[in-house]
Nanobody, 123 residues
Framework: QVQLVESGGGLVQAGGSLRISCAASGRTFSSYTMGWFRQAPEKEREFVAA????????YYADSVKGRFTISRDNAKNTVYLQMNSLKAEDTAVYYC????????????????WGKGTLVTVSS
């Protein structure tokens, strides 16, 4: 069982930056693929970024590629999402998720989810 707790959300102006974090419980964090997803008001949850267990592979949605960076610190059981050049359309609740797979495979889905952290970008 893995518990995920997101933090770092808040209000930021368009063009600004924000880093959100996800702290995971459990001794096997380093074996999980980690991901970030988001859900904007009245929209379905969508994939944002993912990182393999070793950090060697990263994946991004086209809408955030070049602006967002996912990273992980296995010693701290934490995954990060650095968000730069934020836009109003990035406003959403951001969810951290973990998969027992060693790499991200969209059709396999994610096994554990956090409760989310709200990011609001003002234009």
């Amino acid at each position: 069982q893995v518990q995920l707790v997101e933090s770092g959300g808040g209000l930021v102006q368009a063009g600004g930056s924000l880093r959100i974090s996800c702290a995971a419980s459990g001794r096997t964090f380093s074996s999980y693929t980690m991901g970030w997803f988001r859900q904007a008001p009245e929209k379905e949850r969508e994939f944002v970024a993912a990182i393999s267990w070793s950090g060697g592979n990263t994946y991004y949605a086209d809408s955030v590629k070049g602006r967002f960076t996912i990273s992980r610190d296995n010693a701290k059981n934490t995954v990060y999402l650095q968000m730069n050049s934020l836009k109003a359309e990035d406003t959403a609740v951001y969810y951290c998720a973990a998969s027992m797979a060693r790499d991200y495979v969209p059709k396999w889905g994610m096994d554990y989810w956090g409760k989310g952290t709200l990011v609001t970008v003002s234009s």
